[in-house]
């Protein structure tokens, strides 16, 4: 435990300081590193890691062009605790239930779960940059850059990327002659969680609309103009950290039975 609270403090510290956090979203860097370091060790820190630097520099990639499309996202560019929870806290999960069950289908649990956030993460960043207009993934109707349930060729190649990035680095790092195995799955379950997440952007998440701007948006109950914002379309309760956790939950669930059936 004491590692994960340092090696996670210091990765917390440095987020904040480059603005990839504030200062609640260090707090629950260094929750969720803790637990997953100090319950999976060096496998599942490793992924977070990953997870976390290469989304920290895919967030500033290219920042300026983004900055156009920031007014739609309820948190803008830095991460809070509610965002660290969304992103990490099913993966902190079965990091704990693996140090009680020390079963397979929890370490691939984790794995299915930072591959759905990690996949989900670089669609997002990528995918906001393409030169061809987004299109909704349940209709193919054109939406505007930006907008929950939005996808492009380019984010779609971004979201297989980063699942076979956490699934290939995870493969690497452990499971032996089962390698193979955790490889395919922890990619398939990567890109099912990120396209889940995707379908309920889509739908039912909540989105409002500011009419002083003719926008609409993720925040509530003010633009970023100030004017007081009103719903549009989906439930109140679910916004965009509510979105990643069930995003992330479905990709560790896949991942943690598929590797159960696999035996």
């Known amino acids: 435990m004491l590692v994960g609270a340092v090696l996670s403090s210091l990765i917390g510290w440095l987020g904040y300081r480059r ?3 504030n200062r609640s979203g260090m707090v629950g860097a260094v929750l969720i590193g803790t637990t997953v370091v100090g319950f ?4 599942g820190g490793t992924l977070l890691v990953f997870f976390f630097v290469s989304s920290s520099i895919l967030s500033s990639f290219k920042a300026q ?17 509610g965002q660290s929870l969304a992103n990490g806290g099913v993966a902190a999960l079965a990091a704990a239930m693996y140090a009680l069950v020390q079963a397979d289908w929890a370490r691939a649990a984790l794995v299915g779960a930072l591959a759905t ?19 909704l993934i349940i209709t193919g109707a054109p939406v505007g850059r930006g907008t929950s349930g939005g996808i492009t060729f380019a984010g779609t190649l971004a979201t297989a ?6 699934a290939g680095l995870a493969a690497l790092l452990q499971f032996g002659d089962r390698a193979a195995i955790l490889f395919i799955i922890g990619t398939i379950s990567g890109m099912i969680g990120a396209i889940f997440d995707s379908l309920l952007g889509a739908t039912v998440q909540a989105m409002y609309r500011c009419n ?8 509530h109950p003010r633009h970023s103009c100030g004017t007081y914002t009103h719903q549009i379309r989906g439930w109140s309760w ?14 560790a669930l896949i991942a943690g039975t598929s590797i159960s059936l696999s035996t």
């Open 212 to 219: 002083a701007c003719a926008k609409d948006t993720e925040h």
């Open 40 to 43: 999976s060790g060096l496998v």
């Open 19 to 21: 603005h990839a956090l």
């Open 161 to 166: 990327a980063g699942a076979i990035s956490i």
């Open 65 to 81: 062009r983004k900055a156009d499309f920031a007014e739609k996202f309820s948190k803008g560019s830095q991460r809070d605790l």
């Open 117 to 135: 956030a990690t996949a989900d993460t670089w669609a997002t960043e990528l995918g906001v940059l393409s030169k061809v207009r987004p299109r």
């Open 238 to 251: 679910l916004n965009n950290d509510v979105v990643n956790f069930l995003a992330t939950a479905l990709g």
